[in-house]
């Protein structure tokens, strides 16, 4: 069987390949002192949604496992709104519309459809500063789509053994530093 995609990895191997692998490794360490404050936010975010205190209405889905056959993708979506068909990404603060956020989504959307949910709208939606973005559905944007399954395709041919990382510039603002034997030759 083919290795599961984690969707929270999507986002990481756009920053960085190497990083999911790590990533994995300081799970099991002390997430406050390895997460930057804007992370740990995040999770804080998350947590709510992960136990169920969102929200209590029942048309609500909070935090469901997922899974995609399809793309062999697993994780857990943030909030879908069954009334109005919405599947909605939360992050603390957004400034920017990273494709990874995107692609958060697109895995999201296309487990659910796969477990039958009727999914119309996704959008984003910025906490701190209560905004929300509208994402096309992958089926009406081209370009994105293509991106997604070629995401999909790298992660599941990576070869870590192999990976240097060539921009240190990354490797300098990466919390897994102090570990990792991927980054470049300085
Ligand atoms: S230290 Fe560099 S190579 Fe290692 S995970 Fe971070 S960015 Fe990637």
Do not use: W
Request: glycine letters at 4%; charged letters at 25%.
């Amino acid at each position: 069987m083919e290795q599961l995609i984690r969707i929270s990895n999507l986002n990481d191997f756009i920053f960085c390949p190497a990083s999911i692998y790590y990533h994995g490794m300081y799970e099991e360490l002390d997430r406050s002192v390895y997460q930057e404050i804007d992370q740990i936010r995040g999770t804080f975010v998350h947590e709510s949604v992960d136990k169920s205190t969102y929200s209590t209405r029942k048309d609500i889905l909070q935090g469901i496992e997922v899974f995609s056959e399809i793309y062999q993708i697993i994780g857990k979506i943030d909030i879908f709104d069954k009334k109005t068909r919405t599947l909605t990404e939360r992050k603390n603060k957004i400034t920017t519309i990273y494709d990874g956020y995107v692609f958060q989504l697109y895995a999201q959307y296309f487990c659910m459809i796969e477990q039958g949910f009727n999914v119309k709208y996704l959008r984003l939606y910025s906490y701190s500063d209560n905004k929300s973005y509208s994402i096309k559905l992958p089926e009406d944007d081209f370009e994105m789509f293509q991106k997604f399954n070629n995401l999909t395709i790298n992660i599941a041919n990576f070869d870590l053994i192999n990976f240097r990382q060539e921009n240190r510039e990354k490797c300098n603002r990466c919390i897994y530093a102090p570990l990792c034997v991927n980054g470049g030759e300085i």
